[in-house]
């Protein structure tokens, strides 16, 4: 129908007239409520976003000179990151005159993308930047086996619990001041010990019985000194 006629249809039902299709001959249109349309549109843009992936970036560095248990550890972090749904950075680090030797860290990142295989694929190869030559490895939708270096167990291991935790040195030293008051309690209540019997009395009196003292100071059979 003509314009005019559609706009006026529009108001008549007090509505919007909403050009659905602009670039076809003729222009489609529909009547409806633009607010109640621009609401539904931005619920499912919403809805989109929701179950979008947003690809975190981790990082894990590595020297070119690192022991073989030294790796395991960097490759086990690597897949935990890898299975949480990141993506993870492999940074190889050169240090001085360890530049000339690049060969190394390009065969320890082709080392760490072949551990990785089952759970990740390599979104970027390997790739000097300065003293610094990293890979990133994206992780894979549906893994093709289990990781090389995570037991099924370690990957919802609960962290250890420490049984001081939430206490902190006030609590224990009001619990050692507690402690200090029950043994004080505890040694005022408790009676006091007897005293020892004197055995050595007899004897003091029977010295005394055989070698009396007089008055005057001078011991007997001794004469006193004027």
């Known amino acids: 129908m003509p314009t005019e006629n559609a706009l006026a249809l529009a108001r008549q039902k007090g509505l919007d007239l909403i050009e ?36 975190e970036l981790k990082e894990v560095k590595l020297r070119p000179k690192i022991e073989n248990h030294d790796y395991e550890t960097k490759a086990r972090m690597a897949e935990r990151l890898l299975l949480d749904g990141g993506k993870v950075k492999v940074t190889i680090m050169f240090r001085g005159r360890e530049i000339t030797y690049t060969s190394f860290g390009k065969r320890l990142l082709d080392r760490m993308a072949v551990d990785m295989t089952p759970i990740a694929t390599v979104e970027r190869d390997a790739k000097l930047e300065g003293k610094n030559m990293f890979m990133i490895l994206a992780p894979r939708l549906v893994p093709t086996g289990p990781p090389k270096f995570t037991q099924p167990h370690q990957l919802n291991e609960p962290h250890p619990v420490d049984p001081d935790h939430g206490r902190d040195d006030a609590d224990d030293a009001e619990e050692a001041d ?49």
């Open 178 to 226: 507690e402690t200090d008051d029950d043994s004080v309690a505890a040694e005022a209540v408790a009676p006091a010990a007897p005293p020892e019997p004197a055995e050595a009395q007899p004897a003091a009196k029977a010295v005394s019985e055989k070698s009396p003292v007089p008055e005057n100071g001078a011991t007997q059979g001794v004469p006193s000194r004027a």
């Open 20 to 55: 659905v299709s602009p670039t076809a001959v003729p222009p489609v249109c529909r009547i409806s409520d633009y607010g109640r349309l621009k609401y539904e549109q931005s619920k499912k843009d919403k809805d989109a976003r929701k179950k979008q992936k947003n690809w």
